[in-house]
């Protein structure tokens, strides 16, 4: 089992910066692929960003390449999102996510992780 703990959201006006961090329990967080996802009212869950178990290779999508980037720092068993210019289209609940080893595909699918943390709020002000 994986416990995972979002914090870091907030209220921020446009052209802003937070970072969010996502704290995993366990000794074997080097071992799980992470994914940060996001939920605006009313929309679908949808993928934000995803980092292989080594930290080597990330993903994005498209409507954050540039802006966001996501580390993770493995003896800290925690994940992080960097969140720069942001937008108000950018408000939202985000979500941390887990998965066993790494993906060859199936990144931007909620499906294909195992484990999800509560979400930590963001919003940005116009």
């Known amino acids: 089992q994986v416990q995972l703990v979002e914090s870091g959201g907030g209220l921020v006006q446009a052209g802003g910066s937070l970072r969010l961090s996502c704290t995993a329990s366990g000794r074997t967080f080097s071992s799980y692929a992470m994914g940060w996802f996001r939920q605006a009212p009313g929309k679908e869950r949808e993928f934000v960003a995803g980092i292989i178990t080594s930290g080597t290779k990330t993903y994005y999508s498209d409507s954050v390449k540039g802006r966001f980037t996501i580390s993770r720092d493995n003896a800290k068993n925690t994940v992080y999102l960097q969140m720069n210019s942001l937008k108000p289209e950018d408000t939202a609940v985000y979500y941390c996510?887990?998965?066993?080893?790494?993906?060859?595909?199936?990144?931007?699918?909620?499906?294909?992780?195992?484990?999800w943390g509560r979400g930590t709020q963001v919003t940005v002000s116009s």
């Open positions: 996510a887990a998965v066993f080893g790494n993906m060859g595909a199936g990144w931007g699918t909620d499906r294909s992780y195992d484990y």
